[in-house]
């Protein structure tokens, strides 16, 4: 009976339960803009960066990802704390990403500290 209960309880673990926990920070934080959904923005997000989560609202737009889902994007990790959420991929000229800088608290949580978008033109065009 006691194992049959701990299988059961190790089936409703958590999804990103084993996951790199920047990363998960960083999806979580991207996926809160695309849903505009600004308190789980300011849950993760450093109070005083760069953009304000209203002024990361509003950038979706300009950005070209207003009509964008999570998975619409590809994920990188660029340094230990910097992972770039790459998009318009059918651009042949040059990639889109939105770049999420992550860092660790003090008290062991994982905030996002900078969001931003860049563009990069493709090697091939060089």
């Not at 609202?57 to 910097?82: A, C, H, P, R, T």
């Not at 959420?85 to 949580?109: F, G, N, S």
């Amino acid at each position: 009976m006691t194992a049959l209960f701990a299988f059961l309880l190790s089936g409703c673990r958590d999804e990103d339960e084993g996951r790199d926990r920047r990363l998960v920070a960083a999806e979580d934080m991207l996926e809160a803009i695309l849903e505009e959904d600004e308190r789980e923005m300011k849950d993760l997000y450093l109070k005083g960066a760069y953009h304000t989560p209203e002024e990361l609202i509003s950038l979706k737009k300009k950005w070209g990802i207003d009509n964008l889902e999570l998975k619409d994007f590809d994920f990188q990790e660029e340094s230990f704390y910097v992972y770039r959420a790459y998009y318009d991929q059918d651009d042949q000229a040059e990639r889109k990403a939105i770049v999420l800088r992550v860092r660790e608290t003090e008290d062991d949580r994982i905030i996002v500290d900078f969001v931003d978008q860049i563009t990069e033109k493709n090697k091939s065009d060089e």
